[in-house]
């Protein structure tokens, strides 16, 4: 016969006990704050009190035998967290002890109490995703054979990971369910109505709970984007406030499950809060919670309590049910601060990254261990090309990483490595984002970003069409997905998918940009013009679209006109205070002249971008442009200041410095070594590394130079073929110019009779190009010698040979 099962048990230690049945830890009865993950950690150390747990069985209990770079780090977020609840620092180590390089030890002694009238939960493990479910019925159960009982009772009853619930000053009153909902579709979030008189509320407490109930991974709010381009077709303005009304028509409109909304109010100094889900087609009503704060500085407290109830009564499975604690994805007790995040989101989405800063900057002000508002705004300054100032507060968010829950923890870890060039990093952790949080498309977004700049632009189509298809109304899909069918020369696709964003009335710099590269390709002039007509007077967008005319006219060799439109993104992009931007069309200004023989202005436009802001990516781009510029001992002394400073970027050090160095041993005169260091980037010569769009396709159009150098010109002449092959990649750049002039140059080695053709090319390209532009004054020259009869082919190839090493 069948032992009965184990009932739950409460495990004491020192002034603390854990609750196996509940999932939470209290001391002196007093709840402590442990989000699920840690909370997994705890119990499997104390049920193995006394032994060494090992990070490799540690990883096991919390991914199964999923592989993630961040593994590591995630488990010492959940010891930090463990040290944190149970105030043991390491240096103390009264209950968790270190066991170098191997694992954790728990050292306290635990006393065991049953609770008898306490069910016991069923889990069930599930052995492929390394993840636990929990059946919907009982009678739904498999059936388990007698000899894995009891160590099935044993691990649900220590892995189960429901919410905790904190005490504090706030308390829990009333809560009324109906039928759990079904996690089919998604859930509109209505404003919270505030009737307690104090505009602090106002906006805070939707944002908050939104934030809440994004951290489910079956629960799924209808998207912003969505939100907003349905509001248009209702004729309503995309900051239309959200009344039950308007959100019950939008949730019928978008096929929504249910309406979630909020109410506040005040009775004497105490806060009322309560929160209802109802049915969007007859209005029934399917869960309400409610909570009350004695004050105001716990009124996000005792949301969180209510909201982390209501995503369990919504149908949500209990492993991931949160701790009720601050808003967990937007980890700040300041409501103040909460509040300047929600106008940066909004301003964001209908004004710009640009308008939005002067916000999340105000937030993070209030409250500098504001995590995610430092994410936010390291993606805006990335998204306007300040690199620099977005790692700063990139690394600040990761900094406080051991502070926040486990979604925001892989937000900011995945962006931080990013930014940092740590690529593959950042790739195990947007998996893992995926993973643990499969109905979110912001990972399949991101996964894109970085199989673009590692040139596997039919991986990065892929994940960013899925991020398209789940957020339809968000311009960003539109965005990187048409930079993606330009890489692969799609661009009538492109063309087509950006103005589909178009007729959504959706918009952005970003948006206008692509679709002046894509009128570039397209040879459609009219169409450039009005894009760069639409950037007039706005911050940050201006001065891209003005740097973008630039790029064009130096494409034609009008070097004159590319300055005058130089000096004017410029001007723009310093008054609006983007300098690093502003430095960067500088470097890749210099970069252009150096490869057009004018190096006396790109050492002036070098001089001037490291004057204005000597960031990293100016750096690097800086030393390229001095290496082909011939000042070698400049370029090695920066490539070496870049390398200490930088070691741990994998695309610096994979792609910026060996193209660096290649270019350094081309000036001197060391073709094959300049090879050799080339090599290795093959795989992915053709992507575009942080910061994207900037100086593309070096490694093939350095190669070539080599092979010219070295007389082979067949080999030559295939790698300055990759680039003419992908003119969705090259766009307006320098490199894109001049690939048919190397062509002829390489023809010309290779005795093919396509040299003539080749310059052909080139000089009807630039037929209104300045006449002073140094190299277009020796490709006319060589042209002459091709058709002359006094000038041999061979006498032809060593003066080649001879331009070559000085270019």
Not at 52 to 75: N, S
Not at 158 to 166: A, D
Not at 713 to 731: C, N, R, V, Y
Request: hydrophobic share 45%; charged share 25%; aromatic share 6%.
């Amino acid at each position: 016969m069948d032992s009965p099962a184990q009932p739950p048990v409460v495990i004491r230690f020192g002034s603390f006990e854990l609750d196996l049945a509940a999932c939470e830890l209290r001391e002196n009865g007093a709840l402590r704050k442990l989000p699920a993950q840690p909370f997994r950690v705890l119990a499997l150390l104390i049920e193995r009190a006394g032994d060494l747990v090992t990070r490799q069985e540690i990883r096991r209990c919390l991914w199964g035998e999923r592989k993630y770079v961040d593994v590591d780090d995630g488990i010492n977020f959940c010891v930090n967290q463990i040290r944190s609840a149970l105030r043991d620092p390491a240096e103390l180590s009264r209950f968790v002890k270190t066991v170098p390089r191997r694992g954790y030890r728990f050292a306290a002694t635990i006393t065991r109490r049953a609770l008898p009238n306490a069910p016991a939960p069923f889990i069930a493990a599930d052995s492929e995703a390394g993840t636990l479910t929990t059946p919907a019925h009982p009678a739904a159960r498999p059936p388990v054979p007698k000899t894995a009982r009891a160590m099935i009772s044993r691990i649900g009853a220590i892995l189960l990971p429901i919410l905790i619930v904190i005490a504090l000053s706030l308390a829990p009153v009333n809560s009324q369910r109906k039928q759990p909902l079904a996690p089919r579709g998604s859930l509109v979030v209505a404003d919270f109505i505030n009737t307690t008189g104090d505009a602090m509320f106002d906006d805070t407490l939707t944002q908050a709970l939104i934030i809440e109930l994004r951290q489910s991974p079956t629960l799924e709010l209808l998207p912003e984007s969505t939100v907003r381009g349905t509001l248009r077709m209702m004729d309503l303005p995309a900051d239309q406030h959200m009344t039950p009304a308007v959100a019950r028509e939008l949730c019928l409109r978008a096929g929504s499950e249910a309406v979630l909304g909020g109410r506040i109010a005040s009775i004497g100094s105490h806060y009322l809060l309560s929160i209802s889900a109802t049915e969007c087609g007859g209005g029934d009503l399917v869960a309400s919670e409610q909570a009350e704060a004695a004050r105001k500085e716990d009124v996000l407290l005792a949301l969180s309590h209510a909201a982390s109830r209501l995503r369990s009564a919504l149908g949500e499975s209990l492993p991931s049910a949160p701790s009720p604690d601050v808003p967990p994805q937007v980890t700040t007790g300041s409501l103040e601060a909460l509040k300047n995040y929600t106008i940066s989101l909004r301003v964001a989405s209908t004004q710009g990254d640009a308008p939005s800063i002067p916000f999340l900057k105000r937030a993070i002000e209030l409250d500098p261990k504001f995590a995610l508002a430092n994410a936010t705004l390291a993606a805006r300054y990335s998204n306007l090309d300040q690199p620099s100032a977005a790692l700063q507060y990139a690394l600040k968010a990761y900094e406080l990483r051991d502070e926040v829950t486990e979604r925001e923890r892989l937000v900011i870890a995945a962006l931080y490595f990013r930014l940092s060039g740590e690529i593959e990093k950042s790739t195990q952790t947007l998996e893992m984002w995926k993973s643990e949080f499969p109905r979110e498309a912001r990972p399949h977004s991101s996964l894109g970003v970085n199989y673009y700049y590692m040139g596997q632009y039919e991986k990065a189509a892929a994940e960013w069409e899925e991020a398209l298809r789940r957020l339809p109304d968000d311009v960003a899909m539109y965005e990187n997905l048409a930079v993606v069918y330009a890489a692969l020369n799609r661009v009538d696709q492109a063309r087509s998918l950006l103005q589909a964003g178009m007729e959504r009335h959706l918009d952005s710099g970003t948006l206008r940009r692509m679709l002046y590269s894509v009128a570039f390709l397209r040879g459609d002039r009219a169409e450039m013009d009005r894009q760069s007509e639409w950037a007039i007077g706005r911050p940050g967008d201006e001065g891209s679209l003005l740097a973008a005319q630039s790029d064009t006219e130096a494409y034609f060799g009008r070097v004159s006109a590319a300055r005058r439109f130089l000096a004017r993104a410029l001007d723009s992009a310093t008054r609006a205070e983007f300098r690093e931007a502003a430095a960067l069309y500088g470097v890749i200004a210099a970069l252009t002249d150096a490869e057009y023989g004018n190096e006396r202005a790109a050492l002036s436009e070098i001089k001037a971008a490291l004057a204005l802001a000597p960031g990293r990516n100016v750096k690097v781009l800086a030393a390229l442009a001095l290496a082909r510029a011939g000042e070698t001992k400049s370029a090695e002394a920066l490539a070496r200041e870049l390398e200490s400073d930088y070691s741990s970027n994998t695309v610096l050090m994979l792609y910026r410095m060996p193209t660096i160095k290649a270019a350094i041993e081309l000036r001197k005169g060391n073709p094959r070594r300049a090879l050799d260091i080339l090599a290795p980037m093959e795989p992915f010569e053709l992507g575009l590394p942080t910061p994207s769009g900037l100086a593309p396709l070096y490694a093939p159009y350095l190669r070539g130079q080599a092979y010219l150098m070295l007389h082979n010109g067949a080999a030559a002449a295939a790698e300055f073929q990759k680039i003419s092959d992908h003119p969705g990649i090259a766009l307006n750049s320098s490199l894109g110019a001049l690939a048919p002039l190397q062509r002829a140059r390489a023809a010309v080695l290779a005795n093919d009779s396509a040299a003539a053709s080749a310059y052909r090319d080139f000089l009807a390209l630039w037929k209104d190009a300045d006449s002073d532009v140094p190299v277009l004054i020796a490709a006319k020259a060589e042209f002459a010698r091709l058709h002359s009869q006094a000038a041999p082919i061979a006498s032809m190839r060593t003066r080649l040979s001879r331009v070559q090493s000085v270019q």
